[in-house]
């Protein structure tokens, strides 16, 4: 079992809306901090969000205001929505879990475990 799988990535159209899960095995995801990455062929591994132990959450600027990254400690699942997606949204995209709290939680190095990644593609 692996210890985190995405899913809910697909073909969009520019200016639609995707929710991405994360799965997770083992202790509540409220135990972690969970982030989200992505990267697109050729390019290096981005942060996107993150939400820490307690509920702080943290973007990368060029996602404010449209992504929503949230945890659901019933179902042990992290959720990232999607608005108003753009067709440089496009990319693999990974969730992540760090065991501990760190203020570098931006940093792909900081973390533990990783999914195989969901695709999302946004067309124009």
């Known amino acids: 079992q692996a210890p985190l799988v995405e899913s809910g990535g697909g073909l969009v159209q520019a200016g639609g809306s995707l929710r991405l899960s994360c799965a997770a095995s083992?202790?509540?995801?409220?135990?972690?901090?969970m982030g989200w990455f992505r990267q697109a062929p050729g390019k290096e591994r981005d942060f996107v969000a993150a939400?820490?132990?307690?509920?702080?959450?943290y973007y990368t600027e060029s996602v404010k205001g449209r992504f929503t990254i949230s945890g659901d400690n019933v179902k042990n699942l992290v959720y990232l929505q999607m608005n108003s997606l753009k067709p440089e949204d496009t990319a693999l995209y990974y969730c992540a879990r760090r065991r501990y709290y760190s203020p570098y939680y931006s940093r792909t190095d900081e973390y533990d475990d990783w999914g195989p990644g969901t695709q999302v593609t946004v067309s124009s």
């Open positions: 939400i820490m132990v307690g509920g702080n959450t």
């Open positions: 083992g202790r509540t995801v409220s135990y972690y901090t």
